[in-house]
């Protein structure tokens, strides 16, 4: 019996729309609210109406089955009707950060070949300006909550919805036919335009939302992580909706006040049950003088991804809110969270176990295993996997190897079968010929009382060895030396892992996800 076969968990039929699924498992609920953002609710039997009419409606314009959508729009309502729309349709929607540039989305609609976009009115000025510089192919421009007139190439949303019939029946696809496209951030060179399947949510959301958090259908759930992040779509859209839970949708940037404002009922009076973050938002949050009372809030789960959780960041929410945070790891490749923690089983300092219907590898150098303790690149062999980079063959080989993908991480196995993170590959040291974690060196540093946040690279010494230098961004009014800091970290871990040099900083480079960009330190050093 395979790991799958051993959940229990039923595959999806030979005929399956994922968008069709989530509606016929909540089609009982019609009156209750499926989302709320800052201007209202969204009830499931509404949502059900408004995804069948923005089906009709994109399948008017003449777009066909599998050709892409755009969907450039901010966290509130209209999102995952434009999603769902797109893909009970047939199409494929292109969900893309909305914190990107022009030259950003021009490159995406030339390489998506996107027919129709649907954006948010607010984002309409960076569309236009990628549209000015792009080879494109987009015929129509559905604008959600226009902030200034439009052009006669554009169309106000609900003007779009209320001229349609609203779709019979869902296209006819497969598990295994395109559903969606994520941008892969690089740390080089363009993002890839990663390809998932109508079968790869249902399996996230039966594997990991149902079997691994247990969601339930009086949950509201809250995402620090937008939708269009491979993490964010799982917890504010596929998971919720498995199981007929309530989504609370933030359309702006999730600071620590903004967060808490949604956790203690700030917006429509509904407190979350669920929260999803990043280990950044929960630093700047436990740092924060803002920080709810925990009668405040009625937070039963709290999940942790995008970068491994220092294990000080955890016992001190615990210690304040008497609630773990679940750790785990996921990729856009994989869709979600495939090695993880458990609500009721949480080690902090480890990512966790591997999720069941998930298998792990962890490969040396030569390919071969490595020994528990020793750190392995990581591969995942699970159904969520991507179909392919689109128009990438390359990098589709070198990630997606034989029913195999390899993360690009390092993880460390250890004795109770749980796994430690050692870094991504390319950000891992050899110093004095012995692999250095850089995480392991950042979780240490912010276990000082002063340090907020730390990154750590690798640079040459006068000898061209190399030694660790680390990069502190330190908490508001505190104080720490560079003395203080490299004794601290000498005392806890092992000699030659201390930061030779330590450079203190106002912030650090980071993702849109908030994962650290050693690669722009490691550039800003090559300058100097």
């Not at 060179?189 to 594997?207: C, D």
């Not at 960009?517 to 550039?523: D, G, I, N, V, Y």
């Amino acid at each position: 019996m395979s790991e799958l076969e051993a959940t229990g968990v039923t595959p999806p039929p030979e005929t399956f729309n994922f968008a069709a699924h989530l509606l016929a498992r909540t089609a009982a609920r019609a009156a209750k609210p499926a989302f709320i953002d800052d201007l209202g609710s969204l009830s499931y039997g509404a949502l059900d109406e408004r995804v069948r009419r923005l089906a009709a409606g994109l399948r008017g314009l003449g777009i066909k089955r599998e050709e892409r959508v755009l969907l450039l729009m901010q966290d509130v309502n209209d999102w995952p009707v434009s999603f769902l729309g797109a893909m009970y349709a047939g199409l494929v929607p292109v969900a893309v950060n909305t914190l990107l540039t022009a030259d950003d989305y021009a490159y995406m609609l030339e390489h998506s070949r996107a027919q129709a976009v649907l954006v948010s009115g607010a984002l309409l000025p960076a569309l236009t300006a990628a549209m000015i510089k792009s080879d494109h192919e987009v015929t129509k421009v559905i604008v959600s909550r226009p902030v200034a007139p439009l052009h006669p190439a554009e169309v106000e949303f609900e003007t779009f919805l209320a001229a349609q019939v609203p779709s019979a029946k869902p296209a006819a696809t497969s598990p295994d036919d395109p559903a969606f496209w994520l941008y892969s951030s690089g740390s080089t060179g363009r993002p890839k335009g990663t390809v998932h399947s109508h079968g790869n949510p249902y399996w996230t959301a039966e594997l990991y939302g149902r079997g691994v958090l247990d969601l339930r259908e009086d949950d509201v759930c809250f995402s620090a992580a937008k939708l269009f992040f491979a993490y964010g779509l799982g917890n504010a859209l596929s998971f919720p909706l498995s199981v007929g839970a309530t989504v609370i949708l933030m359309a702006e940037r999730p600071t620590p006040d903004a967060t808490f404002k949604r956790w203690t009922g700030g917006v429509g009076g509904v407190k979350p049950t669920v929260f999803y973050g990043a280990p950044t938002g929960f630093a700047g949050m436990l740092a924060s003088p803002s920080l709810p009372n925990r009668s405040d809030v009625a937070l039963r789960l709290v999940s942790s991804a995008g970068e491994a959780l220092p294990a000080e960041l955890g016992e001190r929410f615990k210690a304040h809110f008497g609630i773990d945070i679940v750790d785990g790891i996921g990729s856009t490749e994989m869709l979600h969270i495939f090695i993880s923690n458990r609500p009721d089983h949480v080690r902090y300092g480890t990512t966790g176990w591997p999720v069941p219907g998930y298998r792990i590898e962890l490969r040396g150098d030569d390919g071969g295993p490595v020994p528990d303790g020793e750190p392995g690149d990581l591969y995942i062999h699970g159904p969520s996997a991507a179909m392919m980079y689109w128009g990438n063959r390359q990098k589709t080989r070198e990630t997606f190897q034989g029913g195999w993908t390899k993360s690009g991480d390092k993880y460390i196995r250890n004795a109770d079968g749980s796994y430690t993170y050692g870094g991504r590959s390319d950000d891992m040291l050899k110093v004095s010929g012995i692999y250095v974690s850089p995480f392991e060196v950042e979780a240490t540093l912010v276990q000082h009382p002063a340090v907020l946040e730390a990154a750590v690279i690798g640079v040459p010494d006068a000898e061209g060895l190399t030694k660790t230098k680390a990069f502190v961004v330190l908490k508001a009014g505190a104080q720490a030396t560079d003395a203080e800091l490299k004794a601290f970290v000498k005392d806890k871990l092992a000699p030659y892992k201390y930061p030779r040099q330590i450079e203190f900083v106002t912030d650090l480079p980071k993702t849109a996800t908030g994962k650290i960009q050693r690669f722009k330190l490691r550039e800003l050093e090559g300058s100097k």
